[in-house]
Nanobody, 116 residues
């Protein structure tokens, strides 16, 4: 079993900042990458940013230059610093853990709302 616990979602004004955090526990072996995805009402879940164990990062074009993903030294935590937030960033943000043998595990989601 793997558990992901997210925190940091909130209501913020456009132009503001938030920091999301996720802690993984349980059978967290063979990690390939961790990341953040988001899903807005009526839309498909989409990738926001990922980071591999080796430190390689990937960002959606829509967040490049505004969001920064980072992982902790123990490699079981991942954070997403979100700056210059826009109303279109409003969504439920999900933490993701990808393991070589177990595939994907998802957190319960945390709501980010950006008001204009």
């Amino acid at each position: 079993q793997v558990q992901l616990v997210e925190s940091g979602g909130d209501l913020v004004q456009a132009g503001g900042s938030l920091r999301l955090s996720c802690v993984a526990s349980g059978d967290i072996f063979g990690i390939r990458a961790m990341g953040w995805f988001r899903q807005a009402p009526g839309k498909e879940r989409e990738l926001v940013a990922t980071i591999t164990v080796g430190g390689t990062t990937t960002y959606a074009d829509s967040v490049k230059g505004r969001f920064t993903i980072s992982s902790g030294a123990a490699r079981n935590t991942v954070s997403l610093q979100m700056n210059s937030l826009k109303p279109e960033d409003t969504a439920v943000y999900y933490c993701n853990l990808n393991q070589y043998s177990r595939g994907n595990t998802w957190g319960q989601g945390t709501q980010v709302t950006v008001s204009s």
